[in-house]
């Protein structure tokens, strides 16, 4: 059974930092594109950032390049998300994601920023940040 748990959510001030980490179980990690993704209140779910399955393509949405680094580790089957200079606009859910469906080689940003491109799905650990 796959499994995605994401931890190191929790209530930071405006500037702050906060360190995601998602570890996966049930799949061939390496074999994965995995996303970060983000849903607050009320709001459709959006793309924050994804890595390819060597580590060596990312992409971000542009409202958190310069301050969010997506990373990932191949032999622990983790994704992390470091956040920094985080604003009140950063709070939300955020959700880490697997995807199969990304063709192998790909450049393509929409392919990668695409919720419908991905399998599996975490539940999520919650962001706030406080003005």
């Known amino acids: 059974q796959v499994q995605l748990a994401e931890s190191g959510g929790g209530l930071v001030q405006a500037g702050g930092s906060l360190r995601l980490s998602c570890v996966t179980s049930?799949?061939?990690?390496?074999?994965?594109?995995m996303g970060w993704f983000r849903q607050a209140p009320g709001k459709e779910r959006l793309f924050v950032a994804s890595i390819s399955r060597g580590g060596t393509i990312t992409y971000y949405d542009d409202s958190v390049k310069g301050r969010f680094t997506i990373s990932r580790d191949n032999a622990k089957n983790t994704v992390n998300l470091q956040m920094n200079s985080l604003k009140p606009a950063d709070t939300a859910v955020y959700h880490c994601?697997?995807?199969?469906?990304?063709?192998?080689?790909?450049?393509?940003?929409?392919?990668?920023?695409?919720?419908?491109?991905?399998?599996?799905w975490g539940q999520g650990t919650q962001v706030t940040v406080s003005s």
């Open positions: 994601a697997a995807s199969t469906r990304v063709p192998l080689g790909s450049r393509s940003s929409q392919d990668y920023s695409t919720p419908s491109q991905y399998d599996h």
């Open positions: 049930g799949l061939s990690f390496s074999m994965y594109v």
